[in-house]
Each structure stands twice: as structure tokens, then as C-alpha cells.
């Protein structure tokens, strides 16, 4: 009896899990979306990347990047966004990057 083959989700999820940590992480994403022949932005990247995450716990599970790999041709049309959603991701992603330094002083403060 021959083997089955892995699906061919499992074996794109596998060679971008870089670290081999059972998890998608955004720079593994970065990295996927580029080979496939897709360039998106930095907000685009991080909704996309919130869009897969079901769970909100920061990594995508094969579980999760399955059932997107499941739509088809139309699974990188889902991950698009306008223009109007990129400005707004672009400005949350700049107010996040101002409000980290500061939470860190800030909690130094109250030490």
C-alpha cells in the first residue's frame, strides 16, 4: 500500500513555518504571500495576519491557515484591502509604535 500525501496545504504550511515551531508568524507570512507572487504592504500584512489568526493568540495554526487555503483563488482577494482600510491599519500601526515606547516609560515611572 503506498502512502498518502500530506495535503497541499500542509506541505506550504511546513516549508514557510521557518522555525519549525508549528506556527505562521508575520515574517513567515511576509515571506509566503512574497513567493506566491503577492507584494502587501506593512498594514496589509498585519490585517491579513489578524484576518488568519481565528484565536487572536498572535500565531496562525495550520488549523487556521487551512481553512483559508481552502478558498480557493480567491483566498488572496480575502486578505485585500482598500484603500481607505490600509490608511486607517497604517495610522493604528504608527499610534501602536508611539504607544509602546511610552508604556514602557511610563511603567518605569511607576516603579
Given at each position: 500500500?503506498?502512502?498518502?500525501?500530506?495535503?497541499?496545504?500542509?506541505?506550504?504550511?511546513?516549508k514557510y513555518?521557518?522555525?519549525?515551531?508549528?506556527y505562521?508568524?508575520l515574517?513567515?507570512?511576509?515571506?509566503?504571500?512574497?513567493h506566491?507572487?503577492?507584494?502587501?504592504?506593512e498594514?496589509?500584512?498585519?490585517?491579513a495576519?489578524?484576518?488568519?489568526?481565528?484565536?487572536?493568540?498572535?500565531?496562525?495554526?495550520?488549523d487556521?491557515?487551512?481553512d483559508?487555503?481552502k478558498m480557493?483563488e480567491?483566498?488572496?482577494e480575502?486578505l485585500?484591502?482598500?484603500?481607505?482600510?490600509?490608511?486607517?491599519w497604517?495610522?493604528?500601526?504608527?499610534?501602536f509604535?508611539?504607544?509602546?515606547?511610552l508604556?514602557?516609560y511610563?511603567?518605569?515611572?511607576?516603579?
Amino acid at each position: 500500500m503506498s502512502q498518502r500525501r500530506p495535503p497541499l496545504s500542509k506541505l506550504v504550511f511546513k516549508k514557510y513555518d521557518i522555525d519549525e515551531n508549528g506556527y505562521i508568524q508575520l515574517a513567515e507570512l511576509k515571506r509566503m504571500v512574497y513567493h506566491m507572487g503577492y507584494v502587501m504592504t506593512e498594514a496589509e500584512l498585519v490585517a491579513a495576519s489578524t484576518y488568519l489568526d481565528k484565536n487572536g493568540d498572535g500565531k496562525i495554526t495550520y488549523d487556521e491557515f487551512a481553512d483559508w487555503w481552502k478558498m480557493g483563488e480567491d483566498r488572496f482577494e480575502s486578505l485585500e484591502l482598500s484603500e481607505t482600510a490600509q490608511q486607517q491599519w497604517a495610522q493604528a500601526i504608527e499610534f501602536f509604535k508611539v504607544l509602546g515606547p511610552l508604556q514602557q516609560y511610563k511603567t518605569q515611572l511607576c516603579l
